[in-house]
């Protein structure tokens, strides 16, 4: 028994063939294309792309916007092969159990964890800061106390944690049910960017996009060439929806023709109207504008920039309607947004614990509603903690660093399954291989690079947490290995523990000896969780070797 063993590819289908047990099938190729513009259109948008603009790319933005699309349009292809050839819950964890065996299935699906949970974490935040600022448009105001975390001055962020309540009930009462209301909600949202790409189209100042490349201030990241690349991997979170499509599979009621339509045609109608509409965003107000609005409506800062000059200089907002009903639906879209995540982690977890990596609990599927209804209310309470307590920038970056690593294994399995399964049927085939999923892998690694070092720190530190379940409950429980695993492979997950600790040792010293940043809580928990994971990995691996 192996850690590298895979999942026989006709048990997956028999798997997901199993409508008894499984999950309802509801979903048709319109309501997964929806279904995937739910999950794009969102925080990524309307308020990363802000921030983004203001500390790293100016005007180019765009570029950014477009350099992550190319990243997404490679990983595309490769999730719509698996999603059509493998139509089962579990998205990357499941295509990867099949190609890689269920060590690297366990790392990306513990990885998956920073992409949905995480990043509905990510968008209950910034829904709630816009919140605030709709409902001072009619006078009522809620403190700063119970709209940010305490890292940033508040207490808790209740608004945040109300939204992810509303949307895990939702899910609890139905697929189909969750599929019509993120219809409604796709439409509205959409409409909206159409709108506002067309008014602001006729205020655009040209001077706005003078430079359209700032110069980059001397730090790494800061505008110019690596400022563009450090953006895209930023806003690299708007596209994220894309991939939560291929974790509805299972629901799917034609998936071998629907999936890779859902996945593509949701890719490409979203990022020509990102590409539009941070064009305009940036050129109706200065990029400047948008400094210290992160998560605080920077649509709003543009909109208020349509319109003609006074002789003081001074705008007349030419439709101010228009703000509050962008507001409503920007509050609109972010909901359909964390309803997709959050779906989209639940059927993570369901698939892994159907495996016996996870515990039981998470598999169990209501009889009246035919959904994991306890994994929802377990993720409820786990996304509404991270909702209310962690800031939003240290979450958004984290689920684009999950993603992107999520999209990198999916593109090397394309090339194993390729190689090792070539006649197993395809409803869809990746064109040009070898070269897509490797194009892939590099843009996807490139981007990844270009994320701040604390972020790798997090993406560590999460990983060895990950390593240790694995370590200590998936091994036992795992129905594939029925518990019993060679002594090998007790030997390489250790030792890949070691070499994290290793990693995560040198990069918090580099981090820590940037002199423009103050970051002695993360150094020394950094140097307190590998010292606590060396003892743990190595008396593991000493275990292992003395018992041979």
Known sequence: MSIWKRKPLNQLLAEAADSEKGLKKTLSASGL???GVGAIIGAGLFSITGLAASANAGPAITISFLVAAFGC???GLCYAEFSSMIPVAGSAYTYSFATMGEFVAWIIGWDLVLEYAVGAATVSISWSRYLGKFLEGYGIHIPDAYLLSPFEGGIINVPAVLIVMIMSFLLIRGTQESSFVNGIIVLLKVSVVLVFIAVGWQYIRPENYTPYIPENTGNFGEFGFS?????AAIVFFAY???????????????PKRDMPIGILLSLGICTVLYILFAHVMTGVVNYQAFAGKDGIAPVAVAVEAMGNAGPDGMITPAYPWLNNAILLAILGGYSSVILVMLMGQSRVFFSMSKDGLMPKVFSEVHPKFRTPAKNNLLFMIIVSLFAAFVPARVVGEMTSIGTLFAFILVCVGVLIMRKKMPEAPRGFKTPFVPFVPIAGIAVCLFMMVFLPLDTWIRLIVWMMIGFDLYLFYGMKNSHLNKGHFSLNSY?????SGLGMVLALIVIAFIHHNDPTIDDHF???FSLFFAALHALIYAYSFKKSRLAI
């Open 33 to 35: 294309v929806a279904l």
């Open 73 to 75: 349009v490679f990983a």
């Open 227 to 231: 400022g563009i690349i450090r953006a």
């Open 240 to 254: 994220i929806g894309f991939d939560a499509v291929s974790t509805a599979a299972q629901e799917a009621k034609n």
């Open 491 to 495: 030997k390489t997950v250790a030792a």
């Open 522 to 524: 993360l150094f020394y």
